[in-house]
């Protein structure tokens, strides 16, 4: 039985309450029980699967293993390769990179319907910047939210909305620490791979670095603040995004990662097309919190944010911004050389950033078309702006926006 039948049999046998017998019928039938155990438990395997033996001859050139930067990969006595779960971030570079195609990005779709349809317990969805016009149709965010109370979940939530929190906390880092011509900001906390690469790279720029989780990770936190007994599972565009969410200190906030794509094959197998489905309208988020999704974003947002909070500072961000892996190396190696003037280094692991995500669902410079209209579209332009913001800091024990350095343990990351 080839991976993909075993996976679209598994998700509608899961779909009609049978995934017990299924699974047991799929290994009568010659399925491959470690790529069962795959969808069944991917909690317990690195965001990249090897699906099938690898038939490269033993010393021969190995695109995958140079692919990766994190030395995530190795080969074994037999020749096939290996994936460390805990060095794999899901850049997904080996994938495109594998010459036999036996490499395959993790799915949590098992799992995450088992959870939606057997417990009592309210799942909220969190759906990342990206989301703009990825569902055909022209789904607006109000018939997506629809959609998504129609598969079970309690409710959507759009993590600009926490972009925003974020983007307020590193406008606020920025104002406190930044004051000489040699001091300098890394951002984006957004990008796993970005963290990833200065955190095992070059680790020596970590003090750099604000102290800050990802709109991810704050969204989830803040919903379990609020709703303890509240389930959340995370959808974008990102791989990365399912090896964040099982970082030690991150670990709890986010119960599943789906992508774009395994969304939609989710709404797919259920017949629930969100273009046909009504309105449930909220606007939350700011201009700032929204553009996050592209490139220099992140640095667009903090630069107006912090110019709103103190606009007489004398020291202003210069920022340089690069996406895709090659480009943010390159971008350390000046800050390292001495070859750039700019105090505020946004780095984004996908060309495009978030919106040229591995499983984005449709190309990526239409999806930053979308996202900017998104993001003019915003009734505030910054957090400062944004009485939601405001009101939601409060609930959490924030009186003032200066407590989220001081106070905002929920948005604080430890690295």
Same mark, same amino acid.
């Given at each position: 039985?080839?991976?993909?039948?075993?996976?679209?049999?598994?998700?509608?046998?899961?779909?009609?309450?049978?995934?017990?017998?299924?699974?047991?019928?799929?290994?009568?039938?010659?399925? &491959?029980?470690?790529?069962?155990?795959?969808?069944?438990?991917?909690?317990?395997?690195?965001?990249?699967?090897?699906?099938?033996?690898?038939?490269?001859?033993?010393?021969?050139?190995?695109?995958?293993?140079?692919?990766?930067?994190?030395?995530?990969?190795?080969?074994?006595?037999?020749?096939?390769?290996?994936?460390?779960?805990?060095?794999?971030?899901?850049?997904? $570079?080996?994938?495109?990179?594998?010459?036999? *195609?036996?490499?395959?990005?993790?799915?949590?779709?098992?799992?995450?319907?088992?959870?939606?349809?057997?417990?009592?317990?309210?799942?909220? +969805?969190?759906?990342?910047?990206?989301?703009?016009?990825?569902?055909?149709?022209?789904?607006?965010?109000?018939?997506?939210?629809?959609?998504?109370?129609?598969?079970?979940?309690?409710?959507?939530?759009?993590?600009?909305?926490?972009?925003?929190?974020?983007?307020?906390?590193?406008?606020?880092?920025?104002?406190? /620490?930044?004051?000489?011509?040699?001091?300098?900001?890394?951002?984006?906390?957004?990008?796993?791979?970005?963290?990833?690469?200065?955190?095992?790279?070059?680790?020596?720029?970590?003090? *750099?670095?604000?102290?800050?989780?990802?709109?991810?990770?704050?969204?989830?936190?803040?919903?379990?603040?609020?709703?303890?007994?509240?389930?959340?599972?995370?959808?974008?565009?990102? @791989? +990365? %995004? %399912?090896?964040?969410?099982?970082?030690?200190?991150?670990?709890?906030?986010? &119960?599943?990662?789906?992508?774009?794509?395994?969304?939609?094959?989710?709404?797919?197998?259920? $017949?629930? /097309?969100?273009?046909?489905?009504?309105?449930?309208?909220?606007?939350?988020?700011?201009? +700032?919190?929204?553009?996050?999704? #592209?490139?220099?974003?992140?640095?667009? +947002?903090?630069?107006?944010? @912090?110019?709103?909070?103190?606009?007489?500072?004398?020291?202003?961000?210069?920022?340089?911004?690069?996406?895709?892996?090659?480009?943010? #190396?390159?971008?350390?190696?000046?800050?390292?050389?001495?070859?750039?003037?700019?105090?505020?280094? !946004?780095?984004?692991?996908?060309?495009?950033?978030?919106?040229?995500?591995?499983?984005?669902?449709?190309?990526?410079?239409?999806?930053?078309?979308?996202?900017?209209?998104?993001? #003019?579209?915003?009734?505030?332009?910054?957090?400062?702006?944004?009485?939601?913001?405001?009101?939601?800091?409060?609930?959490?024990?924030?009186?003032?926006? !200066?407590?989220?350095? !001081? %106070?905002?343990? @929920?948005?604080?990351? /430890?690295?």
């Amino acid at each position: 039985m080839k991976f993909v039948d075993l996976y679209h049999s598994l998700v509608k046998a899961s779909l009609d309450g049978d995934l017990s017998s299924a699974a047991q019928s799929s290994l009568q039938n010659g399925a &491959d029980p470690r790529q069962l155990d795959c969808l069944l438990r991917p909690g317990a395997y690195p965001p990249v699967w090897k699906i099938e033996d690898c038939t490269c001859p033993p010393g021969s050139k190995s695109p995958c293993i140079d692919s990766c930067i994190f030395d995530a990969i190795t080969r074994d006595a037999k020749g096939n390769v290996t994936i460390d779960p805990e060095r794999c971030v899901g850049c997904e $570079e080996c994938v495109r990179r594998c010459q036999e *195609h036996h490499l395959t990005a993790s799915k949590e779709i098992l799992p995450a319907l088992a959870a939606l349809r057997t417990t009592d317990k309210p799942y909220y +969805a969190m759906i990342a910047p990206a989301f703009v016009d990825q569902f055909p149709g022209g789904v607006t965010p109000g018939r997506l939210r629809s959609a998504f109370k129609a598969l079970g979940f309690a409710g959507m939530l759009e993590v600009a909305a926490f972009a925003d929190i974020l983007t307020l906390k590193e406008a606020l880092e920025f104002d406190r /620490n930044i004051h000489a011509a040699e001091d300098f900001q890394l951002t984006s906390c957004c990008c796993p791979m970005w963290i990833a690469m200065i955190r095992r790279i070059y680790h020596h720029l970590m003090p *750099h670095v604000p102290g800050s989780v990802s709109p991810m990770i704050a969204c989830a936190r803040t919903i379990k603040a609020l709703y303890p007994d509240a389930g959340t599972i995370f959808i974008g565009p990102c @791989l +990365a %995004k %399912k090896a964040e969410a099982r970082e030690p200190d991150l670990a709890g906030a986010v &119960d599943f990662v789906l992508t774009f794509q395994e969304i939609q094959q989710i709404f797919g197998f259920t $017949e629930i /097309n969100p273009a046909d489905l009504p309105e449930d309208d909220r606007d939350h988020s700011s201009r +700032a919190g929204r553009i996050y999704a #592209r490139a220099g974003g992140v640095s667009e +947002a903090v630069s107006d944010t @912090l110019q709103r909070l103190n606009p007489d500072r004398s020291v202003s961000i210069k920022a340089q911004c690069a996406d895709g892996i090659p480009a943010c #190396r390159q971008m350390i190696a000046d800050l390292q050389e001495g070859r750039t003037s700019a105090n505020f280094f !946004e780095g984004m692991g996908c060309v495009g950033g978030c919106v040229g995500g591995p499983k984005a669902l449709i190309p990526c410079e239409e999806v930053r078309v979308h996202v900017e209209h998104y993001g #003019r579209e915003a009734i505030y332009s910054t957090p400062i702006d944004n009485p939601y913001v405001i009101e939601l800091l409060h609930r959490l024990g924030l009186d003032s926006v !200066e407590d989220l350095l !001081e %106070k905002s343990d @929920l948005f604080t990351r /430890n690295f």
